[in-house]
């Protein structure tokens, strides 16, 4: 099976689908996980957002804006079809693998020509169940993947470097658009393009304007519908959140010790065993520096699960194909990477049915129906009352809702906070730490529309 990627001939990369499309249909078919917390809050930010409601502006919610524009364009088609978003997410890990292995053949980052990076990398994607869907990780690391390849090409192209550099930004930008705290990756972007890439200060100032112009664009966007200073103003609440810990450390660290040992090994045989062009060496440093600011980036993230941990599958791919590039002895290669591409994901799925399981907090729980004709406004971290309901309200992410209403307020953001309250009226609200009783306290109008319909529980009169 390893040989059989390893000829240069792009047919090869049928078997890339083939295997995916395997591996699809099993989870698929089995459903052993159902509709997270995270997927389900994509999904209603989706349908408040097909209403004609903006996140950060009528949405308290830490989604990207371009992402929800995406959830919201998808809802308007398809509604909760939860199918849709599962194919979705495929076909882009399947475009990412390509896009990916094509890159490494077309700047020489590799020896030999083959088509085991794109094998490794839609293996990699089945570390965590949650990478395989779409999410705003998924969908921001597309364009950090593709800043990536034009850094790349940087390091091999002895022309005018003009296109690329701008590029650069505008595809990071875009990536913060799509996944706020992907913003870490500016200061890569300055730092590779400097030190590795030898960028001018022309070429620096002209990537920083990519980078700016899609964030300008948003911007503009929320100025038209009156939203700009709503978005500045909510917006890096998403940042101040705790962290919500739905797959320990420890359960990541069990499972990649397989595939960082592959990937430490690549290393050592591609910088230490085996000698180097200049470009390969620069190729290199680049890859490790994003593994370490990847690495960083997880520091950032409030929801802590497996779908935040796609931005590290483009560099631990590279290092585990040096490892079967280098290491010729063919019955323990050809072991190590049966292990890898079947062994390895029936592993994680199995792991995390057992753990999911013992911590179920990261599932919706479909047994908790409610009983209303209207919305539901759930003030908590458990959004499954909104599985078989809607949102009607202004808040959605609980974390960000808590910041936003215990911070102190001036007398423009007191009366926008009751505008929201009073055009989003909520049928029934859940309120079992009593954040909206409070809010009904301090104003008397909105006190008489609803009434006490038990404990934490208010409905619309």
Same mark, same amino acid.
């Given at each position: ?125 089945? &570390? !965590? /169940?949650?990478? #395989?869907? *779409? %999410?705003? @990780? ?5 364009? $950090? ?53 030898? &960028? !001018? /200060?022309?070429? #620096?100032? *002209? %990537?920083? @304007? ?5 964030? $300008? ?17 909510i917006w890096p609440l998403s940042f101040l959140t705790p962290r919500t810990a739905y797959q320990s ?58 779908f935040q941990l796609v931005v590290l599958i483009p560099t631990l791919g590279y290092l585990i194909t ?24 029936v592993i994680c799925g199995w792991y995390w049915v057992i753990y999911l399981e013992k911590n179920p ?101």
């Amino acid at each position: 099976m390893l040989s059989f990627f390893k000829v240069n001939d792009p047919f090869r990369l049928l078997g890339v689908v083939f295997y995916l499309i395997l591996l699809s249909l099993v989870y698929l078919l089995l459903d052993p996980f159902g509709l997270t917390q995270s997927q389900l809050s994509w999904l209603v930010a989706g349908e408040r957002a097909a209403m004609g409601y903006l996140p950060f502006h009528d949405i308290i919610d830490d989604s990207g804006a371009l992402s929800v524009a995406v959830f919201g364009s998808l809802d308007y088609f398809f509604g909760r079809n939860i199918l849709v978003y599962e194919l979705l997410g495929r076909g882009i890990i399947l475009w990412q693998a390509i896009y990916w292995n094509v890159i490494l053949i077309r700047f020489r980052v590799f020896d030999e020509v083959s088509y085991l990076p794109a094998m490794v990398v839609v293996a990699l994607f089945h &570390f !965590s /169940f949650d990478m #395989l869907s *779409l %999410s705003p @990780a998924l969908m921001g690391s597309c364009f $950090l993947l593709l800043a990536l390849g034009q850094l790349i090409s940087l390091t091999v192209l002895q022309k005018e470097s003009s296109e690329s550099t701008l590029l650069i930004g505008l595809y990071t930008g875009l990536a913060v658009g799509f996944h706020s705290v992907f913003i870490v990756f500016l200061p890569y972007l300055i730092f590779a393009g400097i030190v590795i890439s030898g &960028f !001018s /200060f022309r070429e #620096l100032l *002209l %990537s920083l @304007a990519g980078f700016i112009l899609p964030i $300008l664009a948003i911007g503009t966007f929320y100025f038209w519908n009156d939203g700009l200073w709503n978005l500045i103003d909510i917006w890096p609440l998403s940042f101040l959140t705790p962290r919500t810990a739905y797959q320990s450390l420890s359960s990541w660290a069990i499972l990649s010790i397989f595939v960082v040992g592959l990937a430490i090994l690549g290393y050592f045989f591609c910088a230490v065993l085996r000698g180097s062009t200049i470009n390969q060496q620069k190729q290199r440093q680049l890859l490790i520096t994003w593994l370490f600011i990847s690495s960083l980036e997880l520091f950032l993230i409030k929801d802590q699960a497996g779908f935040q941990l796609v931005v590290l599958i483009p560099t631990l791919g590279y290092l585990i194909t040096q490892f079967f590039h280098f290491f010729k002895r063919a019955l323990p290669s050809n072991l190590l990477f049966l292990l890898l591409t079947l062994v390895f994901p029936v592993i994680c799925g199995w792991y995390w049915v057992i753990y999911l399981e013992k911590n179920p907090n990261y599932l919706i729980q479909e047994d908790k129906p409610i009983e209303t004709e209207g919305g539901v406004m759930a003030l908590q971290n458990d959004l499954s009352p909104l599985s078989n309901s809607y949102l009607d309200g202004p808040f959605l992410n609980y974390e960000m809702t808590r910041l936003f209403l215990k911070r102190e307020k001036s007398y423009r953001q007191k009366a926008r906070l009751f505008q929201l309250l009073e055009t989003q009226k909520s049928a029934k609200v859940l309120d079992p730490n009593g954040e909206f009783e409070e809010l009904l306290r301090q104003f008397p109008v909105l006190e008489e529309d609803y009434s006490k319909s038990g404990p934490g529980e208010f409905e619309l009169k």
